[in-house]
Antibody, heavy 118, light 111 residues
């Protein structure tokens, strides 16, 4: 059974930092590009960042560029998102997902809530 | 990268068919056959319903179908059922500086 389990969310003050993790199982994680997608309360989905299977290609949304860093450890089947200089507008549920993977292997975690508030 | 354009809401009665549109540009929807559709119930993670414009993942009802014409993709749900009431999002690969873009979402109400 495919599982993506996010962790690391919580309450943080503006300007603070947080590191999200996503543990993958049930599929060959090292073969998939992975993404972070977020959803602010009551809002739609927003793509945040992507990393290729070997970490050779990394992309960020303009809204997080320079503040967030995506990384992965294929030996540990894990994806990470280091979030610095957090702002109130970063408050959202953050999903780990294999968006757009071939043959419909588009897997999503259950999400982890990040709240940025003083 | 601007979000793909979806209607904010659609509605239909049980048994009817509805169609949700997703409009982009030649740099995303119109340029690639990498359009996906997701269903999201309140408090749940998105679930893939259609991938690569018109393909259904295993386990998804054949009442769900996808198509594309030019820069607009569409999701059609036939034989509406109460459990279809949810938010629906489209996504597309894009040749811009970021690989993926989502639509703003459409709330489907089953009357």
């Amino acid at each position: 059974e495919v599982q993506l389990v996010e962790s690391g969310g919580g309450l943080v003050k503006p300007g603070g930092s947080l590191r999200l993790s996503c543990a993958a199982s049930g599929f060959t994680f090292s073969s998939y590009s992975m993404n972070w997608v977020r959803q602010a309360p009551g809002k739609g989905l927003e793509w945040v960042s992507s990393i290729s299977s070997s970490s050779s290609y990394i992309y960020y949304a303009d809204s997080v560029k320079g503040r967030f860093t995506i990384s992965r450890d294929n030996a540990k089947n894990s994806l990470y998102l280091q979030m610095n200089s957090l702002r109130a507008e970063d408050t959202a549920v953050y999903y780990c997902a294999s968006v757009g993977a071939a043959a419909g292997h588009d897997y999503w975690g259950q999400g982890t809530l990040v709240t940025v508030s003083s | 990268q601007s979000a793909l354009t979806q209607p904010a809401s659609v509605s239909g009665s049980p048994g009817q068919s509805i169609t949700i549109s997703c409009t982009g540009t030649s740099s995303d929807v119109g340029g690639y056959n990498y359009v996906s559709w997701y269903q999201q119930h309140p408090g749940k993670a998105p679930k893939l319903m259609i991938y690569e414009v018109s393909n259904r993942p295993s386990g998804v009802s054949n009442r769900f179908s996808g198509s594309k014409s030019g820069n607009t993709a569409s999701l059609t749900i036939s034989g509406l059922q109460a459990e279809d009431e949810a938010d629906y999002y489209c996504s597309s690969y894009t040749s811009s500086s970021t690989p993926w873009v989502f639509g703003g979402g459409t709330k489907l109400t089953v009357l």
